[in-house]
């Protein structure tokens, strides 16, 4: 029987990137060693190092007036980076709320920085929306706008991106980085938690714009400092080297894909499968409005919630793996990172439609 497995994160990985790993565990390169067991300065690390950069930048086509820094501490650390790097005494920084991600990133700001909260849902009974970019009522000044473009719990996906004549705009792309094209030249300042789209946990992606990298900020920890760390080549201490690696054979893996544009069309595929079951049925729901709907994250609810618990023992019994809803919210999700083969995604809504004859 075929596993799938659709945790949020983190998430699974493609089977031929964790094949290769499990291949060089205990031989990386003919060193003898593990890619875990040697230092981060050696020449292979570094060329490692090296590698992985230049291919996120093909990737993402990332123009030469940003850094890309692999860091520590995942998303949350970026949501005490980004004030610490960034704050401005005269301006207040400014936090889009879409949902329960993009508020954890306010609550973190509010202990160092002047933040202010800015509602962009545009919530009805029976629907969840965003309001649209050109609405958002933006501050004429603020140290820089800081936004969610894929609220991880919420299911709900930002597609443009808000422009403000100023003040630089910050993303936190943990849950959709590398899902769809996007042009980086939109944002100042893109950050993404790798356990979705890149790899392991703990590793954090950063891409800013080296001239953000000359402000003073607040006093922060050299783990978490953006001008250090380039200085260092993300190496002011002992980065997460086995994490790194990992992250680097995935991009080689969305490389043989055919790019971020081919997974981003089979992201709409996988998508627009499952949305479609989801709607045709009047056994199961999801509230957000079409426009806004993730490409990466599907919240949906039983009608009847109290089958809630044989729904998802049913599904593990069937190799649908880990589709409980996030307890804040309850219900049920499906994640469907690019590693989710579109396979996983058949099976999951045959699954659906199974069980709703079952139980109607
Ligand atoms: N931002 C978003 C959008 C997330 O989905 C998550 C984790 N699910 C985080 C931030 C926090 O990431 P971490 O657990 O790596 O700190």
Redesign the pocket.
Known sequence: MSVYNFC??PATLPPAVMQKAQQEFLDWQGIGVSVMEISHRSDPFLALAKQSEERLRRLMNIPEEYTVLFMH?????Q?SAVPLNLHQDNAPAVYCHSGI?SQ?AFDEACKFTNAVSIDIRNDSESEFSVVPVAEWKLPDTASYIHY?P???IDGIELFDVPKHPTAPIIA?M??NILSREINVSDFDLIYA?A??NIGP?GL?IVIVKKTLLEREGLPRPGILDYALETKQGSMFNTPPTFAWYLANEVFAWIEEQGGVKAVEELNKKKATLLYDFIDSSDFYSNKVASGSRSLMNVPFWLNDESLNSVFLSKASESGLLALEGHRSVGGMRASIYNAMPYEGVVALVEFMARFAQEHS
């Open positions: 949020a994160g501490g995942g998303g949350r650390g949501f991600w954890g969610c894929n609220e991880t936190d943990s849950s938690g356990q979705k946990s954090c």
